[in-house]
Structures are given as C-alpha cells and as structure tokens.
C-alpha cells in the first residue's frame, strides 16, 4: 500500500512515517517547494513538492490533483492544518481519506464551532466571545485570550494561518492589532498545565486512548510542546469526547487539547483533526496511531497490536528544548503572563537527563534525521526572529 501524506515539514511528519514504514507501507511525501525538510534523511520514503499552498493556493491545489492522478496512491493521510484543508479540497479518485468526514473537516478548522460542539457534549469550555478585531477590545475585561476562530483561511488566493495574542491591557491589543485576523475568539486568560488526550476512530468508536501532559512549552506564553510526559487517560472526558467526536462521525486520527486549571478543571482549547506534533511520545509508548489509522481506512488488520501496559516516559524534542531557552531568555511579551520561567530552572532542566525520557526523531539507524531536524528547527526561530 502506498500513501500520500503531508506536509513534510509537519511536527509529526519523521515519526509518521516511520510508523506507516513500520507497517509494510510505501510512503509517499508531499514538500512545500523551496523547503527542506528532515524527512528526506528518513530511508524508503520519496519525497514530491507541490507549488506552497501559502504562495498560490489554487496552483496548490492543481499539482495536489495531479499527483493523486499520476501516483494514485491507496490513502491520503493529511498530517497538519494546511494539508488537511488542502486535501479535503481534492478529489482522491481511488484513494481512501485517512482523516475526518466532510463535517468532521469543518470542525477541525472553524474554532468557534468547536467550542460549541464541545460544550454540547459535556465538556468545560472557557466563556468565549467571537468578536471581529475592531470589536475585540470594546468591552474586553482584561487580559484576554485573542485566537484566530480559522486554524487556516484563503485570503487573496493564498492560504494563511492566522495568529492570535495575550493582550494583558488595551495597549498591548494596539501592538498586536496588525497580525490579527477576525472573526476572533475572545476568552479569558486562564492558568493551568496543558494536557492532550489522543486516539483514533475504529468501527467502535474512539480507539487505544492515550494521554499526556505538557512539561515545558517551546513559548512559554504557549505554544506546542517541546517536552511532554505520559499520563492516563482522565476517564471523566471519555464519554465527552466520544459524543463530540459522534456529532460529526468522525474518522481517522484525532488530539484533544485542554488546560487543567489549579482547581483540576480540564478546560477544552481545541480539536486536532490530523497527527499532533508529540507523536514521538505515543510511538516510544508502542502506539502507532499513523499506521491504525490508515490500516483502518484501507480495511485491513491492524498491525502491531496495541500494547497492554504501555511504558510511563518523557519525550522531548531537542530542536523545541533549545528554542525554549531562546524564548525564556527573550523574557514574556505580555504583562498578563505570570509564573515566567527563570533562566537557572530552565537551564538545570534541560540538562538533566532522566531514565525515562526520550527524544523525538530519533533513530540509532537514521541519526542523521535527528540532526537535520534540530539545525531546521533552530534555523527557522532565527529566521522568525528576524523577521519579528
């Protein structure tokens, strides 16, 4: 079996296919044009460019069309926002869609209808306004949340990934007004520990759960992980989450993302329609939900079985750990963020070592993966800070 996955330079793009590989199948890789990414170190995967969807969406589209046309591959496994909603804009001809239903698509990039399907479904989720940017700081109580309700949106023929902002005061909303993109979801600013809860949709439902909790943030501000550690699966948001998942019949790969508060309340932040970026932790766990994923798809066994007593452990990403640093020393860009990490804990955690903890991207046969994924990563937040 052959499948289609993308974008190559995705946080769980290196672990997923060694998951697919894992599993008998070709992998067949989609790359922004004019990028390098770490996936092409991995072996037996080939890797194809397409025109940037954030460049020309349509020309995107069309080389997307044309390589499913030529290749026809057996599946098409979307691994981050953009490729999601690229490759639910393509006809796959014979190829099976590993990923969510039309409807499941819809509420995997529209933020707002997240938040009230999540509550529909008996989850906690944060007193949200969607406002427009002129409207957000009106009658804002500060300080606030500011999330584009769009994970991804075609403006002017490309597709952009809105940002969003903490704004503790009306003048902090000023400075950053101009990368703001309505409609908007305004929330409060809450404290707590992120915590993701992850699987995928068999016949039966939401299948082999898995959870983990957030041990340090590339921004402390927030942002992805760059360190990780497993935990179990809170089993109050079991039944919630099979209900928000059910109102859309949802299919493939899915992440749960909350914030426990001090008081032990897990507020819903969103739904991850694709692979999640700490794949490597539920790989290290022996949970290879690419390769189930797709084999589920494809109708045929899965393959390895899912273990009984998955190991407790820490992944962590070398490239993110050092990009954390950066930021801790950079200092908070809001007045709002408390609770700011000191240089001295920072630095003493990301040199000790423990013996549970592991790497992302990391393989004794493939070292070379590691490495490219560790210069990309520090190379692109030089670029972004230049840029900034």
Request: aromatic share 6%; glycine share 8%; charged share 25%.
């Amino acid at each position: 079996m052959t499948v289609l996955m993308g974008f190559a330079d995705a946080f769980a793009a290196v672990e997923t296919a060694w998951s697919l590989r894992r599993s008998g199948m070709r992998v067949l890789a989609m790359e922004r044009r004019g990028t390098r990414s770490p996936l092409r170190r991995v072996g037996g995967v080939e890797v194809v460019t397409i025109t940037p969807p954030e460049t020309d969406a349509g020309a995107a589209r069309s080389d997307l069309a044309e390589l499913v046309r030529t290749r026809q591959p057996d599946a098409i496994l979307p691994l981050d926002d953009a490729a999601l909603w690229l490759t639910s804009q393509v006809d796959p001809r014979s190829a099976v869609f590993v990923g969510p239903s039309r409807a499941g698509v819809d509420l995997a990039l529209d933020k707002s209808r997240q938040m009230d399907a999540a509550a529909r479904a008996g989850l906690a989720v944060p007193p949200t306004d969607v406002v427009t940017v002129d409207a957000a700081a009106g009658d804002a109580v500060w300080p606030v949340v500011l999330k584009s309700a769009a994970a991804v949106v075609e403006v002017d023929g490309r597709l952009v990934r809105p940002s969003g902002a903490i704004c503790g005061d009306r003048g902090e909303f000023d400075r950053s007004r101009d990368r703001l993109r309505g409609p908007l979801l305004r929330q409060p600013l809450l404290a707590g520990v992120g915590e993701g809860v992850f699987g995928y949709v068999d016949d039966t439902g939401p299948a082999v759960l898995s959870a983990h909790r957030r041990v340090r943030m590339v921004n402390p501000h927030g942002s992805a992980s760059s360190a990780c550690a497993s935990i179990d699966v809170d089993e109050t948001l079991v039944e919630p989450i099979r209900r928000l998942l059910a109102s859309v019949d949802w299919r493939g790969m899915f992440m749960v993302e909350f914030l426990r508060d001090a008081a032990g309340v897990p507020w819903f932040m969103e739904l991850n329609g694709r692979a999640w970026g700490s794949m490597a932790l539920a790989r290290r766990r022996g949970l290879e939900y690419p390769a189930w994923a797709t084999q589920t798809a494809l109708g045929i066994p899965r393959s390895p079985e899912a273990p009984d007593d998955p190991p407790r452990i820490v992944a962590r990403h070398l490239g993110r750990e050092l990009a954390h640093l950066a930021f801790v020393v950079r200092g908070p860009q809001s007045g709002a963020v408390s609770g700011w990490p000191s240089l001295r804990d920072t630095l003493r955690d990301l040199l000790t070592i423990r013996r549970g903890d592991r790497l992302y991207n990391w393989s004794a046969r493939e070292p070379a993966v590691l490495l490219a994924d560790t210069v990309g990563t520090v190379t692109a937040l030089m670029r972004g800070r230049r840029r900034a």
